[in-house]
């Protein structure tokens, strides 16, 4: 692990967040930085970065070391994926899905191999670079040969391909890669997100707690739109059905008109089923905006 010498020291005082340097959580967590508000300048190749809107130091580590900097170190908060968690096996506190990152991990094989059940692979060759998650979910197969179990730190699919493994456990997400290697899921391990950890002894609580609760703003406006529309007054009942709100819909009445304005949260996925339906009823000038933010 390499961490570039810094441009100026991590204030003192300062927050420290953990954050992917690069790989697949690495675009999501930058959005989600911009959207809750902790704006940095990140020179060029340099791994911290102070934030100007508060006193946070964002410290960008391989996404694979996050949770053991914040389960052991110095480092108060953290995002890193639930897979790498458990393979750290560190106490961090979970303080929330940040919905991204969503894989599962799987134990796989040869698609032309005879293995249809994790147990015809106990006490064969393993590749993986998750070996303790490995040899813990093993365990409940094996009989009298322990299962080899061999790190490697990444194009884990090759292994098979290449005469290293039997077998592999490894991330699948589209199955693109694992299709490609000719391998297939023999089972799941576990589910996986990236997630907000933070460190159980932080000195720092209310500044976690403040960060949260940003991030919980804006995960949620990720998942909702606005959406705006005009009804006359007999179908308002109606339509307060199919837009519910997540507390209940704005309604203000239109000036000098039989109609009422209504505004209500909806779900990303409902929207366009939500619209043919309002349509339908008889509302005019439906409007759908995104949420940038939000407090709940
Ligand atoms: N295909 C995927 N889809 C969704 N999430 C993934 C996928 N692959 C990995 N992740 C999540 O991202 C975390 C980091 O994986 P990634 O492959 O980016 O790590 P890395 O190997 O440290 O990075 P790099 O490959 O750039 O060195 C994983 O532990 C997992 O939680
Ligand atoms: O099911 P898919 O959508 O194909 O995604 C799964 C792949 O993504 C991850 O690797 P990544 O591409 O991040 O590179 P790595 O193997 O170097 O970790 C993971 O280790 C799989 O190889």
Known sequence: MSVNPPSSPPKQDNLLFAIPKKGRLYESVVKLLNGA???????????IAHCSSLPVTLVFLPASDIAKYVGEGNVDLGITG???IAE?????????????????????APIDSAITHPSQLA???IVTSFPDITANYFKQFETDKLTQIKYVGGSVEAACGLGLADGIVDLVETGTTMKAAGLE????????QAVLISNPKTR????????????VGFVLAQQYKMITYNICTE???????????????????????AFFAVSAM??????????????ELGATDIIVFDLENCRA
Request: aromatic letters at 4%.
């Open 82 to 84: 639930q897979d790498i």
């Open 185 to 192: 899921i023999i089972s799941t391990i576990m589910t996986t």
């Open 204 to 215: 720092h609580s209310k500044l976690v707690k403040k960060i949260h609760q940003r991030f």
């Open 37 to 47: 508000g902790l704006d940095y300048n990140r020179p060029n190749r340099l791994d």
């Open 235 to 257: 179908k308002l009942q109606q339509a307060i059905k199919i837009t519910p709100g997540r507390k209940a819909p704005t309604i203000n009445p239109l000036f000098n008109e």
């Open 123 to 125: 006490g064969k060759r």
């Open 88 to 108: 750290s096996k560190t106490t961090v506190n979970e303080l929330m899905n940040l919905e991204f990152g969503r894989c599962k991990l799987a134990v796989q």
């Open 266 to 279: 909806v779900h990303r996925g409902d929207v366009g089923d939500i619209m043919d339906d309002l349509h």
